[in-house]
């Protein structure tokens, strides 16, 4: 039986860590000077998308757990978020704060209960429960239903920086996913992310050396769960806009092919994946409905063709780690 | 009229009778997933999309060549389960080697094409589907209004989840795929073409679902996403259930249907979720679900 990811187990490590910290490199410079290149609002929003893409990517490629019901996490938060900022006047900080505890939350019910069951049925279960929560979110008032919360004020970060400057805005957004994206590079390399992974390759196995492995991926759940409410609540700030569709059970099909696309359990694999379906969204807009077509032949494509995924298979072709 | 609990008794059996409609489709569709599952070890995402097929193919049955609602019962889910074997034989069978979640997202993403390629064509607002002639109308019991047509969805579910369950059961080509289930390869030993077996369930799944679409056409209106949502309810109809017996799918269906019938009644904002924090309670109290094995 195939796993899920693990294309590069046995790799001289020196060139492994290098070409993770060349690529890091690329990655921030880039991200870096991009915003006086191109539009600063496309990238914001990608960038909240890759955390959404790399917490989910914490859990199916790291602990081979298919949560397909993130959108709970990412969407729930945004409306905490967008509330926080519109209705109480808290600062953005505050605000995404707000967003990503409520998020921490759902996410601790939420998982509890799916990782009592193992495998397709966990994917089920999580898919239930989130669109338990878009029912919710459909008949609750402060979300405003079908219009959502809008017009969310940008805000004045820590009380200082004008958010309304796109630039200010773009380096806050910046600074959030490289933390976000460390935190998750600094979890998959610590004991704790070794313990995952032996789960990943064999739970019976991990079992029996003592690991408390329902613990393990119930803090995983959590940690991916709050991860994606970072990136939900930012991106509510960002685009002033708190809506069904993040909350909607697409989006966690969307994130699934992101992530997919990019390379499931490759720490590049979700922000590269992202990019190219964000990229390919704002280009195909025109043709309308096609877009979900074009959606499923990818999800179709990749998984017969080629399941590492562009940046899997690009590590794989180089023989590197990414 | 009198009345029960406050509410009058019409209400309260008329949202019975939708619950039971209700129960029907999560019957029949949650005892294809289970059927399919059984037999291929994928969960079949696009059993949603599949059913919207089947009422689909109905409907264009109509338009175009002037079939009516009783062939259509046969010749839909015929063209349905057709498309299944393409789509087993092109796509799936390269998938039974690998972890059980390719088949899950290969599946997703044969939904959303199916989805998308019909709302192209025919836009997200709803066809019209009319009740066949020799089903209109209804009966007074007495105590409510029963349409024929809803009757006969009650009564054509509930053989077809028993016939299944008879040939699964109880005959000898059932006994083969029971087998097939448990030792794929010491059932080819016996010349058993198992392949072919893989092939065919997938095929009859397939057919079950748009067989259930059919029958829905003239209740809900013919529209593509009405298969997206619904697939997720059977999905925690599923849970609920465990997928380990034909038995418990069934009663799981019907039974999950008249709680949510009920809900509407009682407590109607509930009446979305209602199945889902059953799920819930359910997973807290008896993780492997209500008819299934650990695991």
Request: aromatic letters at 14%.
């Given at each position: 039986?195939?796993?899920?990811?693990?294309?590069?187990?046995?790799?001289?490590?020196?060139?492994?860590?290098?070409?993770?910290?060349?690529?890091?490199?690329?990655?921030?410079?880039?991200?870096?000077?991009?915003?006086?290149?191109?539009y600063p609002m496309f990238l914001m929003q990608t960038m909240c998308f890759a955390l959404f893409a790399c917490a989910f990517n914490l859990l199916i490629g790291y602990v081979g757990l298919l949560?397909?019901?993130?959108?709970?996490?990412?969407?729930?938060?945004?409306?905490?978020?967008?509330?926080?900022?519109?209705?109480?006047?808290?600062?953005?900080?505050l605000a995404v704060l707000a967003g990503t505890a409520t998020a921490a939350v759902c996410g601790l019910i939420a998982g509890s209960l799916a990782i009592r069951r193992q495998g397709i049925y966990?994917?089920?279960?999580?898919?239930?429960?989130?669109?338990?929560?878009?029912?919710?979110?459909?008949?609750?008032?402060?979300?405003?239903?079908?219009?959502?919360?809008?017009?969310?004020?940008?805000?004045?970060?820590?009380?200082?920086?004008?958010?309304?400057?796109?630039?200010?805005?773009?380096?806050?957004?910046?600074?959030?996913?490289?933390?976000?994206?460390?935190?998750?590079?600094r979890i998959i390399h610590s004991p704790f992310g070794e313990v995952l992974k032996a789960i990943r390759e064999n739970e019976t196995r991990a079992i029996s050396l003592g690991y408390k492995t329902?613990?393990?991926?119930?803090?995983?759940?959590?940690?991916?769960?709050?991860?994606?409410?970072?990136?939900?609540?930012?991106?509510?700030?960002?685009?002033?806009?708190?809506?069904?569709?993040?909350?909607?059970?697409?989006?966690?099909?969307?994130?699934?092919?992101?992530?997919?696309?990019?390379?499931?359990?490759?720490?590049?694999?979700?922000?590269?994946?992202?990019?190219?379906?964000?990229?390919?969204?704002?280009?195909?807009?025109?043709?309308?409905?096609?877009?979900?077509?074009?959606?499923?032949?990818?999800?179709?494509?990749?998984?017969?063709?080629?399941?590492?995924?562009?940046?899997?298979?690009?590590?794989?072709?180089?023989?590197?780690?990414? | 009229?009198?009345?029960?609990?406050?509410?009058?008794?019409?209400?309260?059996?008329?949202?019975?009778?939708?619950?039971?409609?209700?129960?029907?489709?999560?019957?029949?569709?949650?005892?294809?997933?289970?059927?399919?599952?059984?037999?291929?070890?994928?969960?079949?995402?696009?059993?949603?999309?599949?059913?919207?097929?089947?009422?689909?193919?109905?409907?264009?049955?109509?338009?175009?060549?002037?079939?009516?609602?009783?062939?259509?019962?046969?010749?839909?889910?015929?063209?349905?389960?057709?498309?299944?074997?393409?789509?087993?034989?092109?796509?799936?069978?390269?998938?039974?080697?690998?972890?059980?979640?390719?088949?899950?997202?290969?599946?997703?993403?044969?939904?959303?094409?199916?989805?998308?390629?019909?709302?192209?064509?025919?836009?997200?607002?709803?066809?019209?589907?009319?009740?066949?002639?020799?089903?209109?109308?209804?009966?007074?019991?007495?105590?409510?209004?029963?349409?024929?047509?809803?009757?006969?969805?009650?009564?054509?579910?509930?053989?077809?989840?028993?016939?299944?369950?008879?040939?699964?059961?109880?005959?000898?080509?059932?006994?083969?795929?029971?087998?097939?289930?448990?030792?794929?390869?010491?059932?080819?030993?016996?010349?058993?073409?198992?392949?072919?077996?893989?092939?065919?369930?997938?095929?009859?799944?397939?057919?079950?679902?748009?067989?259930?679409?059919?029958?829905?056409?003239?209740?809900?209106?013919?529209?593509?996403?009405?298969?997206?949502?619904?697939?997720?309810?059977?999905?925690?109809?599923?849970?609920?259930?465990?997928?380990?017996?034909?038995?418990?799918?069934?009663?799981?269906?019907?039974?999950?249907?008249?709680?949510?019938?009920?809900?509407?009644?009682?407590?109607?904002?509930?009446?979305?979720?209602?199945?889902?924090?059953?799920?819930?309670?359910?997973?807290?109290?008896?993780?492997?679900?209500?008819?299934?094995?650990?695991?």
């Amino acid at each position: 039986m195939e796993h899920v990811a693990n294309p590069l187990a046995k790799k001289p490590s020196e060139l492994r860590t290098h070409s993770e910290t060349i690529a890091f490199v690329v990655m921030v410079v880039g991200l870096a000077v991009a915003p006086f290149f191109t539009y600063p609002m496309f990238l914001m929003q990608t960038m909240c998308f890759a955390l959404f893409a790399c917490a989910f990517n914490l859990l199916i490629g790291y602990v081979g757990l298919l949560s397909f019901g993130h959108a709970l996490y990412f969407g729930w938060a945004s409306y905490l978020s967008a509330y926080a900022a519109k209705a109480w006047g808290l600062t953005p900080e505050l605000a995404v704060l707000a967003g990503t505890a409520t998020a921490a939350v759902c996410g601790l019910i939420a998982g509890s209960l799916a990782i009592r069951r193992q495998g397709i049925y966990f994917a089920m279960i999580t898919l239930a429960l989130a669109q338990m929560m878009y029912f919710f979110a459909l008949q609750a008032k402060f979300t405003g239903g079908e219009d959502g919360i809008q017009a969310v004020p940008r805000g004045h970060l820590f009380g200082v920086i004008d958010l309304r400057n796109e630039l200010a805005m773009y380096f806050v957004v910046f600074v959030v996913f490289l933390a976000g994206f460390l935190f998750i590079y600094r979890i998959i390399h610590s004991p704790f992310g070794e313990v995952l992974k032996a789960i990943r390759e064999n739970e019976t196995r991990a079992i029996s050396l003592g690991y408390k492995t329902d613990r393990y991926k119930l803090v995983a759940f959590v940690l991916s769960a709050t991860l994606a409410g970072v990136a939900g609540a930012t991106k509510a700030i960002v685009v002033q806009l708190a809506s069904l569709t993040d909350v909607n059970w697409p989006m966690s099909g969307e994130v699934v092919l992101m992530t997919l696309v990019g390379g499931l359990g490759s720490i590049f694999g979700p922000v590269v994946g992202s990019f190219v379906i964000l990229l390919m969204q704002y280009k195909l807009a025109p043709v309308g409905e096609w877009v979900l077509v074009i959606q499923g032949a990818i999800f179709v494509a990749c998984v017969l063709l080629f399941r590492r995924g562009i940046v899997g298979e690009l590590a794989n072709k180089l023989r590197i780690k990414l | 009229m009198f009345e029960i609990f406050g509410v009058p008794s019409t209400a309260l059996f008329g949202q019975l009778l939708i619950g039971l409609i209700n129960g029907s489709f999560y019957a029949l569709l949650s005892l294809g997933l289970a059927v399919i599952f059984g037999m291929l070890n994928i969960i079949n995402f696009s059993h949603g999309a599949q059913y919207m097929l089947g009422a689909f193919a109905a409907y264009l049955l109509l338009q175009y060549s002037g079939l009516g609602y009783w062939p259509a019962l046969i010749v839909a889910p015929l063209l349905v389960g057709i498309t299944g074997v393409a789509v087993e034989r092109l796509f799936l069978r390269w998938l039974y080697k690998l972890d059980h979640l390719y088949g899950l997202l290969l599946t997703f993403g044969l939904a959303l094409i199916i989805e998308g390629v019909t709302r192209n064509y025919f836009g997200s607002a709803g066809l019209p589907y009319t009740v066949p002639e020799s089903l209109q109308g209804g009966r007074n019991l007495g105590f409510m209004f029963l349409p024929n047509y809803r009757a006969w969805v009650i009564v054509a579910s509930l053989t077809i989840c028993f016939g299944t369950w008879f040939v699964i059961e109880r005959t000898r080509l059932g006994a083969y795929l029971r087998a097939a289930t448990e030792n794929p390869t010491l059932v080819r030993a016996f010349g058993i073409n198992v392949p072919r077996m893989i092939t065919l369930t997938y095929g009859f799944g397939v057919a079950l679902a748009a067989f259930a679409g059919v029958m829905a056409a003239p209740i809900y209106n013919v529209s593509p996403q009405m298969g997206s949502e619904l697939i997720i309810v059977v999905f925690a109809v599923v849970v609920i259930g465990g997928m380990g017996s034909i038995f418990g799918a069934v009663v799981t269906g019907f039974g999950l249907g008249i709680i949510e019938g009920l809900t509407k009644v009682f407590f109607p904002e509930a009446s979305n979720t209602v199945i889902f924090v059953i799920m819930a309670i359910v997973l807290l109290v008896r993780p492997a679900g209500l008819f299934g094995r650990r695991g």
